[in-house]
Each structure stands twice: as structure tokens, then as C-alpha cells.
């Protein structure tokens, strides 16, 4: 059985900063990909980043050049951190891990993490 948690949400002003982190835990052989979605109020899930088993990373271009993510193999771990954040950058961030099982991989998702970012 294989779990996500999300942590590092909260509540910051336009211009401010939020790292968020994707721990993984139980049993699989790793992780192949990890991306973080998002989904404002009102509006539809959304790909913000990922970040592939090679390290090659991708990101929306509403975020490119605020948002880096990053992973960390031996920790189980993933990382979202968000610089230059506006309001518009307002939603649930979800991230979802695809992770080699014995004879597949998978996708498995998170809770998600409320991000607010508002004066």
C-alpha cells in the first residue's frame, strides 16, 4: 500500500514564497515521476510541474521561472517551491506520485495542500 502526503500549504502575501513536500511511504520499487497539479476555486485540475526519473522537468508556463520542483529518490520525496507568488496562484495543489510496483507502475495522489495567496 503506498501513500501521498502533501505538506507546506498556507496562507502568504503576493511576492511571498511556500516550499511544498510530496512524502511517499510504503512499498514500491521508486518512483518513476512526480508531478503536482493544482486546482483553483471554481475552475478545473490543472498540471503545474514535474519531474521525471532522469530529472528532466517541465513546468506550465504560467509558472515557469517562480516555481521549481525537484525530488529526492533516497528520501522518498518530492518538492514543490514557489517563488513570486500571486493570487492567481490560489488552489488546492495535489501531488501525484507514479511509483514502480512488481508488475506496473501507478499514479497515486495525494490529499492535497490549500495554498492562499492574498494581501
Known amino acids: 500500500q503506498v501513500q501521498v502526503v502533501e505538506s507546506g500549504g498556507g496562507l502568504v502575501q503576493p511576492g511571498g514564497s511556500l516550499r511544498l513536500s510530496c512524502v511517499v511511504s510504503?512499498?514500491?520499487?521508486?518512483?518513476?515521476?512526480m508531478r503536482w497539479y493544482r486546482q483553483p476555486p471554481g475552475k478545473e485540475r490543472e498540471l503545474v510541474a514535474e519531474?521525471?526519473?532522469?530529472?528532466?522537468?517541465n513546468y506550465a508556463d504560467s509558472v515557469k521561472g517562480r516555481f521549481t520542483i525537484s525530488k529526492d529518490g533516497v528520501k522518498k520525496a518530492g518538492y514543490l517551491q514557489m517563488n513570486g507568488l500571486r493570487p492567481e496562484d490560489t488552489a488546492v495543489y495535489y501531488c501525484?506520485?507514479?511509483?514502480?510496483?512488481?508488475?506496473?507502475?501507478?499514479?497515486?495522489y495525494g490529499q492535497g495542500t490549500q495554498v492562499t495567496v492574498s494581501s
Open positions: 501525484v506520485a507514479n511509483v514502480m510496483l512488481r508488475d506496473l507502475n501507478f499514479d497515486y
Open positions: 519531474v521525471g526519473s532522469g530529472g528532466r522537468t
Open positions: 510504503g512499498s514500491f520499487f521508486g518512483i518513476n515521476v
